[in-house]
C-alpha cells in the first residue's frame, strides 16, 4: 500500500530522469516539462520533446548535465517547426524488475470514477520508468493500447494511503512485460538510463 508522499517523490523522480537524458541528447533542442499545464494533463503529456534530424551521436558528460538542463527546459511547448516533436507519459514503477510485470493504469481513483492515462493519454509513447533497473520503455501510443485491450490481461486494484489511512484505490491491466517485448509489431524498445551507475551491467528482461 504506497503513501502518498513515496509515490508522488517516486513519479518526480522518473520525471527527472527522463528530462535529464532528454536535455543530454545531442540532437535535442528543447525539452518542455508540461505536467502542470491543466491543457497538457487534460491529454495525458508529461513532456514535450524537440529535436533536430541529425543523429544522437553520444550522451553528454554527465559533468555537464545541470547546464544542458538549465539550458534546454521550457515549462510551456515552444511549438519550434524546425524540429520533430514528440510527447510523453511518465509512470514510475519500483516493482517492475522483482514482478515482470507493467501496471497499466485503466483507472486513476476508482472512487471518483476518474479514468487512467492509460486510457486517455494522447501522446505518442507512454514512457514506462523502472526506478530499481533505470530502464525507459517506450510504448508506442495508440497501437500499444489497443494491442492490450483487445487481449484479456488480469485486472488489479491497488491502494494509496495518507499516514496508513487509505485515501484512495487505483486499478490497472497487469501485463507481463515479455508479452509486451515479444510482441514485435509493437516497436517498443527498452534503453538503460545512461546516467544509471548501473549503466555498464548487461539487462536482462523478465
Known amino acids: 500500500m504506497p503513501d502518498i508522499t ?3 517523490i517516486q513519479g518526480r523522480r522518473g520525471e527527472q530522469d527522463f528530462i535529464n537524458y532528454l536535455a543530454a541528447r545531442q540532437d535535442g533542442v528543447h525539452v518542455c516539462d508540461v505536467s502542470a499545464l491543466p491543457s497538457f494533463r487534460l491529454k495525458g503529456i508529461d513532456i514535450v520533446f524537440y529535436r533536430t534530424m541529425q543523429p544522437n ?4 558528460d554527465e559533468s555537464e548535465l545541470e547546464r544542458l538542463v538549465q539550458e534546454k527546459i521550457r515549462y510551456e511547448d515552444v511549438q519550434d517547426s524546425r524540429c520533430r516533436r514528440y510527447t510523453f507519459e511518465i509512470k514510475s514503477c519500483s516493482v517492475i524488475g522483482r514482478t515482470g510485470n507493467f501496471f497499466l493504469e485503466t483507472m486513476s481513483n476508482v472512487e471518483k470514477g476518474t479514468p487512467g492515462s492509460f486510457l486517455y493519454t494522447h501522446a505518442n509513447y507512454y514512457l514506462y520508468y523502472s526506478l530499481t533497473e533505470e530502464l525507459f520503455h517506450y510504448l508506442p501510443m495508440p497501437k500499444t493500447r489497443q494491442w492490450v485491450l483487445v487481449r484479456k490481461f488480469p485486472e488489479k486494484v491497488t491502494s ?5 489511512i487509505v485515501q484512495y484505490h487505483t486499478k490497472g491491466l497487469v501485463v507481463p512485460r515479455r508479452n509486451l517485448l515479444e510482441a514485435k509489431q509493437l516497436g517498443i524498445t527498452v ?5 544509471s551507475e548501473h549503466r555498464e551491467c548487461s539487462r536482462t528482461s523478465k
Open 160 to 164: 494509496t494511503s495518507m499516514e496508513g
Open 6 to 8: 513515496d509515490s508522488f
Open 191 to 195: 534503453q538503460i538510463n545512461p546516467f
Open 57 to 60: 551521436k553520444a550522451i553528454a
